[in-house]
């Protein structure tokens, strides 16, 4: 196969003797490399190179202007934004930098396509105005700042030139519209020297005004990358520039352009539609990994999607043995540069206190646990103590002494002053210099960190409105955005992976091109302009639908010369992701001609359903000895509930010891509550055991209440905060949990019963010996409550979560072992069976009083003979001797060697 640029270079070494004369200008320096490749390939005798450029290094050396980076061309144009009189009322940087990025996109595509800037600004003037018309005499005084702002555009683009022409730069528009201004002096010093352009498409009325120009003079010539199929038919969008400029140029009257025949030869396209983007990159993986080393080297793969990138090179085949990336990898989502944005955003708010979030934030990125080695301690004991704010005293003193510098250095007081900002990020880089010699790909991002901040800080001393974090994380966003970093590879040799508009003038026998979807291929429409549609029209700026055509030609070219082309696109439908195939595939089908074949396939990973089997842990010696453990220290209610639910979590609860992960507690959660309200409850109740409740009593309980429930929340709560916010509703409700109850019992005495305090939160232990084990078991927990009613021993356990009278209601006694529905019942029986055990009750009723069910007052246990008989709350000798009976079963089964632990279904 011979590429479009061999044919080139075989024409231009036909036609000129000594090819070094020549000036080459081609759309990209990266066509240049290629071309350079193909020339030294081609060229027959020793000869020095003509001079290869891009057109972005062709304007410049006409305008004598350098192109300026976006975040120098930002702050330079907040400069003449501040000088720029007609505009009243002028915004902070931070606010400006939030729309000016939009508004210098449309200077830039005025300045390429020449417009006239006097009638077009005057014009917008009075769109702008036309939109904000009304019956009224007088607008607002809104709507008087936003037409002032439109009307001082002419000032203020007048100003941004100015300053920039002082200094020799301008954005890249601006430096187009003065290439063609000083095209004439170019011509009187270079116009007889030869001038070829290969490879262009879509023109902007700078490039037009530039090559036509040169063009002209006789000893110039371009070459079109184009093909003859897409010009015979009339309406194809891929040929739609080059038409008119066929049409339109002088250098084309008279004669006709010789045109390739290359998209006619036989073409084999697989259409391949699969599920997610990252099936994407695998597949493509599992067609290189098909390949041979000689296929590989005239194979690219081509992402629409950019993104896609670092997926693909994680799913390359390992035996690859070059390969060439053409883009650099974005730094912006690399550990280190979201570790610096992180602790820029902390310090954009001054602070004594430092959020939790924000420090774990930065102490868990892996460049935070660099700096400081006890990064994990630090996080362990924040979560542990619950801190929702904390101090840097605090973080030193959480930490074991060796990481204080760090610590100073990441949270101490900046004091929203840029300079330090910078100097304190560079001096934390500087560490990390040696700290990441190990990890090439974190160096780098390391390395292109501590340029960006250099270079924020040189801006920080020529522009006075970079006077405050908030400036520098804005200027670090927007650097990072455009920052990347590129791999080392050889360009011209093994697979090629590059986005679509690297692929200008290239060619490759295979083509894997990934993401061919509408809104990758074309991109579909944007928003991002003040310019109305209208406006466009009437001044010929590029519209959606030129831009439609640009990447119509791009995907057609691409196709020129490939033989094997496999067109993927993602088909899942996903929220606002719709997976619609690009229109292009459509156009291929419609139009597919003799010598091309379309295989379509839906390639979807293999999918095999198993009868996965319930998890099951068989006991072995080790896992009896801690049941033993279990057994005599005491089953206590909860655990033996727990197995009821599902075995498997008393298994990784009781017996592995296995807890939740320790988290900061920011908002409290029901167990906090419940332990809260126990506590209070336990304060005020315990001094009374033995003694019958007063009215006396409960209105001093009563006036302690938020003193109380105040010295829980410090206790429970620890450093966290309970004054706002969601947690002062909690604090609240905690307050109206020990309220009410306390008011249950006085309107129990005011109604002339009488309540005496026989027991508050008493630890309870009973021996229960089971003959078919050979070692000592028990039962043990906590009761809430035992007092006397009017004679009447009631066993509480209180729950502040919601408990209905049903729950605690048996029918079936076995069912109590199976189903975890009747868990309250089984531990209300569990705390009445101890109690009991002492010998000092022989009838009694157990039961829950639930904060969230308070009206119901004490939920008693009952038995029933059917689901429609009466209810019989007695807790007698003989109803405990039947739940005994259960509760041997249920510990023997939990004992039983043969019996291993299965996971229940939930």
Same mark, same amino acid.
């Given at each position: ?18 090819? &070094? ?11 240049? =490399? ?12 020793? %000869? ?25 061309? +930002? ?42 800037? #006097? ?53 890249? =528009? ?52 184009? $093909? ?26 008279? %004669? ?55 997926? +693909? ?93 760090? +610590? ?93 508009? $690297?692929?200008?003038?290239? #060619? ?122 279990? &057994?005599?220290? =005491? ?221 119901? =007052? ?26 005994? %009976? ?21």
């Amino acid at each position: 196969m011979q590429t479009f640029l061999e044919e080139t270079i075989e024409e231009l070494l036909k036609k000129h003797e000594d090819i &070094a004369q020549l000036t080459i200008v081609l759309p990209s320096k990266r066509a240049g =490399g290629f071309f350079k490749n193909y020339l030294r390939n081609q060229i027959a005798k020793t %000869t020095f190179l003509p001079r290869i450029i891009s057109i972005e290094e062709f304007v410049e050396i006409l305008s004598d202007l350098r192109i300026i980076d976006n975040t120098q061309l +930002l702050l330079k144009s907040y400069g003449a934004y501040k000088q720029t009189t007609s505009i009243k009322e002028k915004e902070d940087f931070e606010s400006y930098a939030s729309w000016i990025q939009t508004l210098l996109n449309d200077f830039n595509e005025i300045d390429r396509y020449l417009v006239d800037t #006097d009638k077009f600004f005057h014009y917008l003037g009075s769109i702008k105005s036309l939109e904000h018309w009304s019956m009224n005499d007088q607008p607002t005084e809104f709507i008087s700042n936003y037409l002032s702002f439109w009307n001082s555009l002419p000032e203020f683009y007048d100003r941004l030139r100015s300053s920039l022409l002082q200094e020799g730069v301008g954005y890249q =528009g601006m430096v187009y519209r003065k290439a063609a201004e000083e095209l004439e002096h170019y011509l009187s010093s270079h116009g007889d020297e030869p001038h070829v352009f290969i490879g262009f498409n879509a023109l902007n009325t700078a490039e037009q005004t530039i090559i036509k120009e040169l063009l002209e003079t006789g000893n110039s010539e371009i070459y079109w990358d184009a $093909e003859s199929y897409f010009f015979e038919d009339r309406d194809h969008s891929a040929s739609r520039f080059m038409k008119e400029y066929f049409k339109s140029w002088k250098y084309y009257s008279g %004669t006709k352009p010789t045109l390739s025949a290359n998209y006619r030869r036989p073409k084999i396209f697989h259409f391949i539609e699969v599920q997610k983007n990252i099936a994407q990159v695998k597949y493509a993986g599992q067609l290189l990994a098909r390949m041979s080393q000689e296929e590989l080297n005239e194979t690219a793969v081509v992402l629409a999607d950019e993104n896609l990138l670092v997926p +693909l090179i994680y799913s390359l085949p390992p035996q690859l043995k070059s390969v060439n990336i053409t883009m650099g990898v974005s730094i912006r989502n690399f550990p280190a540069s979201t570790f610096f944005l992180s602790l820029l955003q902390m310090h954009r708010k001054k602070s004594s206190q430092w959020y939790y979030k924000d420090v774990m934030r930065l102490l868990n990125n892996p460049i935070g646990s660099k700096l400081v080695h006890d990064a994990r301690t630090i996080v362990s004991e924040i979560s542990r103590q619950n801190y929702t704010y904390i101090s840097l005293a605090q973080l030193v003193n959480l930490s074991d002494g060796n990481s204080e510098e760090n +610590l100073n250095l990441l949270f101490g007081e900046w004091g929203n002053d840029p300079s330090l900002a910078i100097k304190l990020s560079k001096k934390l880089l500087l560490q990390l210099k040696d700290l990441t010699r190990e990890n090439p790909m974190e160096r780098v991002t390391v390395f292109e960190l501590y340029k960006v901040f250099d270079n924020i800080g040189v801006y920080a001393k020529d522009f006075a409105h970079l006077n405050s974090i908030r400036t520098v994380y804005s200027l670090l966003e927007e650097a990072l955005s455009a920052t990347t970093t590129d791999f080392k590879g050889d360009a011209y040799q093994g697979l090629q992976i590059m986005g679509v508009l $690297e692929t200008r003038v290239l #060619d490759f026998k295979n083509i894997i091109l990934l993401s061919v979807n509408e809104g990758f291929l074309p991109s579909g429409k944007s928003n991002a302009s003040f310019l109305t549609y209208d406006l466009k029209k009437e001044y010929d700026l590029p519209l959606f639908t030129d831009k439609d055509a640009i990447y119509t030609y791009h995907f057609y070219r691409l196709l020129h010369r490939a033989e094997n082309i496999w067109l993927l696109y993602n088909g899942s439908s996903e929220g606002l992701n719709v997976g619609e195939k690009s229109r292009f595939l459509l156009q291929l089908e419609i139009e597919k001609l003799e010598n091309h074949k379309i295989i379509q396939e839906t390639a979807s990973p293999l999918i095999s359903i198993y009868n996965t089997p319930a998890r099951e842990i068989s006991k072995t010696k080790t896992v009896l000895n801690r049941l033993k453990e279990i &057994a005599s220290n =005491g089953f206590s209610p909860s655990a033996l509930t727990a197995y009821i639910r599902n075995p498997m979590d008393f298994y990784l609860s009781r017996v592995l010891k296995i807890n939740e992960a320790e988290e900061v507690e920011e908002t409290v959660d029901f167990q906090t509550l419940g332990t809260i309200v126990h506590n209070c409850l336990q304060t005020f109740y315990e001094p009374l055991e033995g003694t019958i409740l007063t009215k006396a009593d409960l209105a001093v309980m009563k006036n302690r209440v938020h003193e109380e429930v105040t010295c829980e929340f410090e206790k429970t709560f620890m450093k966290g905060e309970f004054t706002k916010g969601k947690n002062l509703l909690i604090f609240e409700v905690a307050k109206r949990y020990v309220e009410n109850l306390i008011q249950l019992d006085q309107t129990d005495l005011e109604h002339g019963h009488q309540i005496r305090i026989l027991q508050i939160e008493t630890n309870l232990k009973m021996s229960i010996p089971i003959e078919e084990l050979s070692f000592p078991v028990a039962i043990q927990g906590t009761v809430d409550r035992v007092d006397e009613r009017d004679g009447i021993v009631r066993i509480i356990d209180y729950k502040t979560g919601n408990v209905l009278q049903g729950d605690l209601e048996i029918i079936d006694w076995e069912e109590l072992r199976a189903d975890y529905k009747y868990s309250k019942a089984f531990q209300v029986l569990t705390y009445a069976l101890m109690i009991h055990s002492q010998g000092t009750i022989k009838q009694s009723e157990a039961g829950i009083i639930s904060f969230k069910n308070l009206n119901s =007052g004490f939920l008693k246990f009952a038995t029933k003979t059917s689901s429609r008989s009466a209810r019989d709350h007695a807790v007698t000798e003989d109803i405990l001797k039947i739940f005994k %009976t259960e509760l041997v079963k249920l510990i023997r089964e939990i004992c039983d060697p043969a019996i291993p632990f299965i996971e229940k279904e939930v």
